[in-house]
């Protein structure tokens, strides 16, 4: 089965293709912006335009625009292909990543949240599993929340302490166990839109 990964959601942009667990192909650039722009080039100079038997995307938490220009194309290939799409989430993408590189047993994932806020998730490496539910922190709260564990993501700046700092990678998204790799396609944007319907 070919895998092809979209990660959007954060100012980096990347594809990868695996050839069951292999890695065929994979692309990573720090873009800030432009996503839109960049991603559907970086499909199609994968192997055979990074045709796939399915698709995982970051869902989120990260960039609003980020996330759903990752969502648009993963829902698009997957009609266009007939494929299945599913989605992870980039805290749980970067804390594999990190317990692959053996970083630390346990981690929080920090990630820039917007408004003076981090998005921030605990994990643990063995059993993989999150140790509690994703928060948009402010940066008192989040150091608070720390409890003794390796801060991980680009969210470190607004909590002045010393970390890894990292953004995800498509290339990284099977090391994932599967049922963190199994998430509907729909956005999570881990904190409450800031408009607000009329009363």
Known sequence: MRTLVLDT????????L???????????????????????????????????????????????TGIRVGLAAAR?????W?????????????????????IADRLA?????????????GFSADPFAAEDALASLKPGAARAALAGRTPVGNGLRWLATEGIDALPDAAHALLLPEAFRQLPPTPLYGRAPDAKLPA
């Open 18 to 64: 695996f050839d069951g667990e292999a890695s065929a192909a994979r692309l990573h650039e720090v873009v800030g912006r432009g996503h839109a722009e960049r991603l559907v080039p970086m499909i199609a100079a994968l192997p055979e335009g990074g045709r796939a038997d399915r698709v995982l995307v970051d869902v989120g938490p990260g960039s609003f």
């Open 9 to 16: 959601a954060t100012a980096a942009c990347s594809v990868a």
């Open 82 to 102: 007939s494929i299945p799409v599913h989605g992870y989430s980039s805290t749980a993408l970067l804390a594999a990543g990190a317990f692959a590189n053996r």
């Open 109 to 121: 994932v920090v990630l820039e949240g917007g408004h003076g806020e981090v998005f921030m998730q």
């Open 76 to 80: 698009a290939l997957g009609l266009a």
